[in-house]
Nanobody
């Protein structure tokens, strides 16, 4: 079993930054590919980023709309994955989830259905 807890969300001005954390309360995250998803009411869930398992190569993937602004990283000692979000835009406003997939497949092949474990979400609001 794996329990994930997100933190770091909040209200930020456009152009500002936030760092989200996804922490495991028990098991190591090393064998898991970890993705960040976001969801806005009335819209489909969107995969934002992914970092492949440490068993594979820890390569990262980002959706086009956040490339150059968001950075995902992992610290297996702390059992935490981070999403650094810079140059935030109002359209980044969403409930952000982290999710884990026990796989060595590359991130570019993964979608939401591949992730068995999900956190509860942390709200990010970008507004003046």
């Amino acid at each position: 079993q794996l329990q994930l807890v997100e933190s770091g969300g909040g209200l930020v001005e456009p152009g500002g930054s936030l760092r989200l954390s996804c922490a495991s309360s028990g098991s190591t995250l090393a064998p898991f590919a970890i993705s960040w998803f976001r969801q806005t009411p009335g819209k489909e869930r969107e995969q934002v980023s992914c970092i492949s398992s440490s068993t594979r190569d820890e390569k990262t993937w980002y959706t086009d709309s956040v490339k150059g602004r968001f950075t995902v990283s992992r610290d297996n000692v702390k059992k935490t994955v981070y999403l650094q979000m810079n140059s935030l835009k109002p359209e980044d406003t969403a409930l952000y989830f982290c999710a884990a997939a026990l796989t060595v497949r590359p991130c570019v092949t993964l979608n939401g259905d591949d992730h068995r474990f999900w956190g509860q979400g942390t709200q990010v609001t970008v507004s003046s």
